[in-house]
C-alpha cells in the first residue's frame, strides 16, 4: 500500500519502539523542533553521519541490518567522545515508498535505538525522484546523534602525549573482510560461522559506547576506526602534533580474518579497510592498567599496538624494526576507497 509522507512518519518513524520517552528529552516527534535537555554540568556532543546507496552500502542490502548499521556508525562517534547517546534525528531521501521496506529498515533501528536508549526524536522526509530526470536518485540516509558528556570530560582526538601507549578495542579489517565477501564474492571457500563473522562484523559493528564512557578520564585521545587504522590515527598524531610506531604484529586479528585472507593481505584490511568502528586511543602508562581493568570489566578486548613519540607521521614496525608499507584509509574523492 502506497503512503503519504505523513503516514510513513506516523507509521514507521513515529512507532513507540523507535519514539519512545526519554529523560532530557522534554519535546520529540511533532512539533517543529524536538526540544533536548541535558543533565546540569553536562555538555551536548553532536555528530552527524550520511549513508548513500551505493557508496556506503549496497542497494540491495537487508532494510533490517542497514536500520542497525546507520544508527550504530552513529552512535560509534559518540563513544569516541566518551558521550552517552540521548536521542537522534533522521533525514531520509526515499526513492520509493514501499511498506515492507520502511517497516523492516525503522525494526532494525529500533533494536539498536533501543539496546542504546537512544530514540528518534525528528527528522525530515523527502522523495529522491528528480522530476525532471524520472529516474530516482539514490537512497540517502542522514542520523544525526546528540550525547551528553560531562563538561570538560569528552575524548578529544587533540590529547596524545609523548609516551601513550596507543590501543585499540576489539578486532581489526573485519569489516572490510565482510564487504569483500558480499560486494565481490572473495574468498568463495569461507563459509559458516566464519563466513558470517566478518558479514556482520560489516552489517553490525559494536559502537563501543560503554567502551568510550569508561575511557573518560583515563584516555589521553581517541578516534573511532571509520576509514582504517591508518589513516584514523593520523588524525589523532596531526591534531596532537606527535608522531607515533605501530607494530604490525601486534594488531589484533581475528580467527575469521585469518583463515579468509592470506598473511600478505591481512595489514591492507587491518589498517586501510575502514569500517571496523573500533576505538583506538591513546593513554598515558600510569593509567594502562586501570584501562584494561575497566574494559575487562565491560567485556571489551583492548590491545596495545604502539607509542605516541616526538615528532610527527606514523611509522610501522616488525619485531621491533621500522617496515615500509604502503597502506591508505578510505577518502572519499581522495582514492577509489581500495587499500594499496
Ligand atoms: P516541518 O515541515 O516543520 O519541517 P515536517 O512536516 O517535515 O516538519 O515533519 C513533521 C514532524 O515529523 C517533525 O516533528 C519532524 O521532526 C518529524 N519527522 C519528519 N521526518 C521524520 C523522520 N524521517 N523521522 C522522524 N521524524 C520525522
Ligand atoms: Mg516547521
Avoid at 569508561?214 to 591508518?230: Q, V
Wanted: hydrophobic share 45%; net charge negative; with cysteine.
Amino acid at each position: 500500500m502506497a503512503s503519504d509522507e505523513f503516514d510513513i512518519i506516523r507509521r514507521h518513524f513515529s512507532r513507540p519502539e523507535l519514539a519512545f520517552a526519554v529523560p532530557g528529552v522534554p519535546l520529540a516527534i511533532g512539533d517543529d523542533c524536538a526540544l533536548l535537555q541535558p543533565s546540569p554540568g553536562f555538555e551536548l556532543a553532536v555528530s552527524m553521519d550520511m549513508l548513500v546507496e551505493g557508496v556506503h552500502f549496497l542497494a540491495d542490502c537487508d532494510p533490517f541490518q542497514l536500520g542497525q548499521r546507520t544508527l550504530l556508525v552513529n552512535l560509534s562517534d559518540l563513544a569516541a567522545m566518551g558521550a552517552r547517546p540521548l536521542c537522534f534525528t533522521l533525514a531520509v531521501s526515499l526513492p520509493r515508498s514501499d511498506e515492507h521496506w520502511l517497516a523492516r529498515f525503522s525494526a532494525g533501528l529500533a533494536k539498536v535505538a533501543a539496546a542504546h536508549q537512544c530514540p528518534l526524536v525528528g527528522g525530515d522526509l523527502t522523495a529522491s525522484a528528480p522530476a525532471v530526470a524520472g529516474r530516482a536518485g539514490p537512497l540517502c540516509l542522514c542520523v544525526q546523534v546528540h550525547g551528553e558528556v560531562p563538561v570538560g570530560a569528552a575524548l578529544r582526538r587533540s590529547g596524545a602525549r609523548v609516551g601513550d601507549a596507543i590501543c585499540v578495542t576489539g578486532t581489526l579489517g573485519d569489516a572490510a573482510a565482510g564487504l569483500r565477501v558480499l560486494r565481490d564474492g572473495t574468498w568463495p571457500e569461507l563459509t559458516g560461522p566464519l563466513r558470517e563473522a566478518l558479514v556482520q562484523a560489516f552489517h553490525t559493528p559494536q559502537s563501543r559506547v560503554l567502551a568510550g564512557m569508561a575511557l573518560r578520564g583515563l584516555a589521553s585521545a581517541a578516534i573511532d576506526l571509520s576509514d582504517g587504522l591508518a589513516s584514523d590515527l593520523e588524525h589523532i598524531l596531526k591534531a596532537s602534533g606527535v608522531g607515533a610506531w605501530v607494530d604490525v604484529d601486534e594488531l589484533p586479528l581475528s580467527e575469521a580474518l585469518c583463515a579468509a585472507a592470506a598473511p600478505e593481505q591481512r595489514p591492507a584490511l587491518a589498517l586501510g579497510g575502514g569500517d571496523d568502528y573500533e576505538l583506538c586511543f591513546t593513554v598515558p602508562l600510569q593509567q594502562l592498567q586501570a584501562v584494561q581493568t575497566v574494559l575487562a570489566a565491560l567485556g571489551t578486548p583492548v590491545r596495545r599496538i604502539g607509542e605516541i613519540v616526538a615528532g610527527s607521521g606514523l611509522q610501522w614496525r616488525r619485531s621491533g624494526t621500522t617496515m615500509a608499507l604502503k597502506v591508505r584509509g578510505y577518502n572519499h574523492f581522495g582514492n577509489a576507497g581500495e587499500p594499496t
